[in-house]
């Protein structure tokens, strides 16, 4: 009877000691993940013990996954394709769950080792790491608007990966690199004023698999940052008195953060200029309204700032105003009123 009594306090306490701390296994998307559970000395048969997977939002459906035989569900079924994916084992004292190819939607599962007492012997969570992008160093060339970028990407998971460099036009711009955690593919870059808030890409993907530019392990980096460059269209510009004027003072490469100024004469536009101001997607678009002769050889300029700065503008383009072209419009106007 006491040995008895001993052999009901061991199993209670077991139940109450058991480990469950969360863990965490860190892989790539398209890795094989493998968890791992320990038996209690008291379970003999991998029967006694299930994995359990459970999703942490609504409708936080389980599914059961026996520790020896294949995936059944509460709640909703599986897609068959999805259970050829989870393989549970024995393997002497160790219930193993082997996931295959590990997705976006396995992350969204926190996987439990339970006991069928309900005593939980271990919580995983899959955590899918990108690789680790520094930041970039950003050096200029003397006297040129040229740029040496420095950038560098490094594994971070434990486990053989491929790191490649992108550029913003998904072409590969270094040789692939395998290797394991803490190892780094750096990368050194000469860049203009085009690159200017353009993305490059390190892709890591997991060993032996093919390269794929839209990998979803991915970091990207827009290591050139620099104040916005402008160019005024037209750089001449005639029209006659009682026209309208317009230019167009256009980034190289599009910021939607820009903010533009204009200037006439070295000076702000004048407040009472008739004038119109918009901005859209291809930059920002100044027009003067009814010109006169004036405003004849007129130069004007713009300006572009942004978060990074503010730089010298544009060239200056010049606004002419022919009143000759007038007065040979006015004299046919004249002559078809007579005819």
Aim: hydrophobic share 35%; net charge negative.
């Amino acid at each position: 009877m006491t040995a008895l009594l001993l052999l009901v306090l061991l199993h209670l306490w077991q139940c109450v000691f058991a480990s469950t701390h969360l863990e965490y296994v860190d892989i790539l998307q398209g890795m094989d993940a493998t968890l791992t559970c320990r038996i209690p000395s008291d379970a003999d048969s991998c029967y006694d013990v299930l994995w359990i997977r459970r999703q942490k939002k609504p409708p936080n459906s389980l599914h059961y996954i026996s520790g020896c035989t294949t995936l059944y569900t509460q709640n909703h079924g599986l897609p068959e394709w999805e259970r050829q994916r989870f393989t549970p084992t024995k393997y002497f004292s160790n219930i193993n769950l082997r996931i295959a190819n590990v997705t976006h939607e396995d992350v969204s599962y926190t996987y439990k080792c339970e006991m069928r007492a309900q005593n939980v012997l271990k919580e995983v969570e899959i955590r899918l790491h990108t690789p680790d992008c520094p930041s970039s160093i950003t050096q200029k060339w003397s006297n040129t608007d040229q740029y040496e970028v420095h950038l560098n990407c490094t594994i971070d998971v434990p486990s053989l990966a491929q790191l490649t460099w992108y550029a913003p036009d998904k072409s590969q711009i270094t040789q692939t690199m395998e290797g394991s955690q803490g190892q780094s593919l750096p990368v050194t870059l000469n860049l203009n004023e085009l690159d200017n808030y353009r993305y490059f890409t390190c892709v890591a993907t997991p060993s032996g698999l093919p390269q794929d530019p839209n990998g979803s392990a991915f970091c990207q980096v827009t290591p050139l940052q620099i104040p916005p460059v402008v160019d005024i269209i037209p750089s001449t510009l005639t029209v006659t008195p009682g026209d309208n004027a317009t230019f167009t003072c256009k980034p190289r490469v599009h910021y939607p953060k820009n903010t533009y100024a204009w200037m006439m004469n070295g000076k702000p536009i004048p407040a009472g200029l008739d004038t119109v101001y918009i901005e859209d997607s291809s930059g920002a678009h100044l027009t003067i309204g009814n010109v006169s002769t004036e405003e004849s050889n007129a130069t004007v300029k713009c300006r572009a700032s942004n978060e990074f700065g503010i730089r010298s503008g544009s060239e200056w383009a010049t606004l002419y105003v022919n009143e000759h072209e007038l007065t040979v419009s006015f004299q046919v106007s004249f002559l078809s009123l007579l005819i």
